[in-house]
């Protein structure tokens, strides 16, 4: 059962901010907001997650609007180096059950 | 430092036969994860071990199974495979069972079942 709801596929030009929009409707109140991407041909990489507040580092920044339904990922200035698949992932922070990953968002970063 | 290693790269097996893939995790990390990866669609969580110890199993049949070495390296074993195992599979490594440790994954193994 699918918990988030991502677009298939977005275009963002170089230079650009890329917003990624991810609707996580059912979240509960233990569970975070995960992002991973995955470069063709490479295995996943960890972007950032969060609870309830707004998380930034040196790749991104994650909004979580308030009622906690919905998040954006940010890529502040983007290359076409971030064309890639990106995932919103919502789990517990405990336990060991793995990611369960969607389909996710196809980045493609226009020059 | 290295990264997330492993091996083989590729593989191409034939329908019935048993396959290993090995990985050895980033350096102090004791949490070693598995997902296969089906052309198309996200990676799917296989197991989870910790500490030489399974911690934790996704949906997969009892032909997939796993271990840990003392040196937190790891071993996926499947056996009696079908044309439906070929994957990339994936090995992801971090300090601890919880999700909120990051996972940093490796370049997986492709298996193709003939």
């Known amino acids: 059962d699918a918990k988030t709801t991502q677009p298939p596929s977005m275009d963002c030009a170089e230079g650009r901010a890329a917003n990624l929009p991810c609707n996580h409707s059912t979240i509960s109140g233990n569970e975070y907001v995960y992002w991973y991407r995955q470069i063709h041909s490479q295995g996943p990489q960890y972007i950032i997650h969060g609870l309830k507040n707004n998380e930034t580092n040196e790749m991104a920044s994650l909004i979580i609007t308030e009622d906690r339904k919905s998040s954006t990922l940010i890529l502040p200035h983007a290359t076409l180096r971030d064309t890639a698949v990106y995932y919103c992932?919502?789990?517990?922070?405990?336990?060991?059950?793995?990611?369960?990953f969607g389909k996710g968002t196809h980045l493609i970063i226009q020059p | 430092d290295a990264g997330v290693t492993q091996s083989p790269t590729h593989l191409i097996k034939t329908r019935g036969q048993q396959v290993t893939l090995r990985c050895s995790p980033i350096s102090g990390h004791k949490s070693v994860s598995w997902y296969q990866q089906v052309l198309g669609q996200g990676p799917q969580f296989i197991f989870q071990y910790y500490e030489k110890e399974e911690r934790g199993r996704g949906n997969f049949p009892d032909r997939f199974s796993a271990r840990q070495f003392p040196n937190y390296s790891s071993e996926l074993n499947v056996n009696a495979l079908l044309l439906g195992d070929s994957a990339l599979y994936l090995c992801?490594?971090?300090?601890?069972?919880?999700?909120?440790?990051?996972?940093?994954f490796g370049p997986g193994t492709r298996l193709t079942v003939t």
């Open positions: 992932i919502v789990m517990p922070g405990g336990g060991a059950d793995g990611l369960t």
């Open positions: 992801a490594s971090s300090w601890g069972t919880s999700l909120s440790y990051e996972q940093y």
